[in-house]
T-cell receptor, first 116, second 115 residues
Framework: DTGVSQNPRHKITKRGQNVTFRCDPI?????LYWYRQTLGQGPEFLTY????????KSRLLSDRFSAERPKGSFSTLEIQRTEQGDSAMYLC??????????????FGPGTRLTVL | GNSVTQMEGPVTLSEEAFLTINCTYT??????LFWYVQYPGEGLQLLLK?????DKGSNKGFEATYRKETTSFHLEKGSVQVSDSAVYFC??????????????FGQGTTLQVKP
């Protein structure tokens, strides 16, 4: 396994710009999660994919956020019209299996977004 | 709702000291409980987990026991090393057919171990 990868690792943007992050899960992991982590806090759940289907979205995911997972492989998270409050670390995690709430999630290194 | 509360840090210990990081939770039913660790400059990785009441998770000398009666999952290690310096996160995953396995995290506890 090469692990979960995320790109870019760092992104600096100006307020109002759009940004897109990519997550490549561990090969054959059918379940994928996005989380957001702000400084000094634990990660907060954003959204969940099972294969290509987006099955849950947090209320944190405003209409400026959109996530996709075409063909059930990599996933993208786009933020439109970024705001300074969007500055955070965006984490992706993947796992496999059907047990769901007992499974271990494997995290990527994250993408750190800074909105100026 | 579901939530996790951890003791505030930072926790500063000398090498070979005993470690306890407290974690309590609120949940409906019997969630799975996890400890994740984030070493400096690295991503989150699973340290240990327990999926039912009275289970003990263990790894790398760390242990935690799932206590339903006190809704707790405290992390312990008998003798810490400098290399254990990291941020530790307690998390739960709610049970139920409508749940997706998402994790709910505590705010994290920073551990600093001095030689």
């Amino acid at each position: 396994d090469t692990g979960v990868s995320q790109n870019p690792r760092h992104k600096i943007t100006k307020r109002g710009q759009n940004v897109t992050f990519r997550c490549d899960p561990i090969s054959e992991h059918n379940r994928l999660y996005w989380y957001r982590q702000t400084l000094g806090q634990g990660p907060e759940f954003l959204t969940y994919f099972q294969n290509e289907a987006q099955l849950e979205k947090s209320r944190l995911l405003s209409d400026r956020f959109s996530a996709e997972r075409p063909k059930g492989s990599f996933s993208t998270l786009e933020i439109q019209r970024t705001e300074q409050g969007d500055s955070a670390m965006y984490l992706c995690a993947s796992t496999a299996g059907q047990a769901v709430y007992t499974d271990t999630q494997y995290f990527g290194p994250g993408t750190r977004l800074t909105v100026l | 709702g579901n939530s996790v509360t951890q003791m505030e840090g930072p926790v500063t210990l000398s090498e070979e000291a005993f470690l306890t990081i407290n974690c309590t939770y609120t949940a409906t039913g019997y969630p799975s409980l996890f400890w994740y660790v984030q070493y400096p400059g690295e991503g989150l990785q699973l340290l240990l987990k327990a999926t039912k009441a009275d289970d003990k998770g263990s790894n790398k000398g760390f242990e935690a026991t799932y206590r339903k009666e006190t809704t707790s999952f405290h992390l312990e290690k008998g003798s810490v090393q400098v290399s254990d310096s990291a941020v530790y996160f307690c998390a739960l995953s709610p049970p139920g057919s409508s749940n997706t396995g998402k994790l709910i995290f505590g705010q994290g506890t920073t551990l600093q171990v001095k030689p």
